[in-house]
């Protein structure tokens, strides 16, 4: 089954501890990238990743890291996280990230940060 | 910047037709999306019009007018699954990564 998967699902942590949310799609898309969403705000994205080794920031990237060093992965590590990255996380991935492409996303992670 | 607009609340009976607008200002414009996002779950595609008019899909259709910044997803025969938040999305080509953006999303409630 295509599909993109996320873990944990479900995290609560303490202040400056370093965490990672991992995701794997197993369609062989290219384009892959981290999502928040905030109540009344919408998805707003972290990180993309066009392919391997390439990454780069998307809208609200700060605090966030992210690597892509193979095609079916892309984990998204919070160095030392704060509660303003209280948030539900989405990973998402489409073919080669075009206008066109669909955008299949992860089941989401919820994110609480003490 | 970018910016979508769109109702933070909707409702409607079963059976009936709704619609929810969305208008964009934004660098560049590739199209217009549209997702649902049931509570507790992941945003799934609904439909894309990346030119002027009306695209149907069952129930659903999306319409866009380029010339007026605007868009409106159609639902008709609402059903009580159709409960859910909708978004419109544009990806822009002025943004690095042809980076789709979002608008905060309706929350449409079916009542019986």
């Known amino acids: 089954e295509a599909q993109v998967t996320q873990n944990p699902r479900y995290l609560i942590t303490v202040t400056g501890k370093k965490l990672t949310v991992t995701c794997s799609q197993n369609m062989n898309h290219e384009y892959m990238s981290w999502y928040r969403q905030d109540p009344g705000l919408g998805l707003r994205q972290i990180y993309y990743?066009?392919?391997?080794?390439?990454?780069d920031k998307g809208d609200v990237p700060e605090g966030y890291k992210v690597s892509r060093k193979e095609k079916r992965n892309f984990p998204l590590i919070l160095e030392s996280p704060s509660p303003n990255q209280t948030s539900l996380y989405f990973c998402a991935s489409s073919l080669k990230g075009s206008p066109t492409d669909t955008q299949y996303f992860g089941p989401g992670t919820r994110l609480t940060v003490l | 910047g970018q910016s979508l607009e769109q109702p933070s609340e909707v409702t409607a009976v079963e059976g009936a037709i709704v619609q929810i607008n969305c208008t964009y200002q934004?660098?560049?414009?590739?199209?217009l999306s549209w997702y649902q996002q049931h509570d507790g779950g992941a945003p799934t595609f609904l439909s894309y019009?990346?030119?002027?008019g009306l695209e149907e899909t069952g129930r659903f259709s999306s319409f866009l007018s380029r010339s007026d910044s605007y868009g409106y997803l159609l639902l008709q025969e609402l059903q009580m699954k159709d409960s859910a938040s909708y978004f419109c999305?544009?990806?822009?080509?002025?943004?690095?990564?042809?980076?789709?953006?979002f608008g905060g999303g309706t929350r449409l409630m079916v009542k019986p």
């Open positions: 934004t660098s560049g414009f590739y199209g």
């Open positions: 990743s066009m392919n391997v080794e390439v990454t």
């Open positions: 999305a544009v990806r822009d080509p002025a943004q690095a990564g042809n980076m789709l953006t």
């Open positions: 019009n990346g030119l002027d």
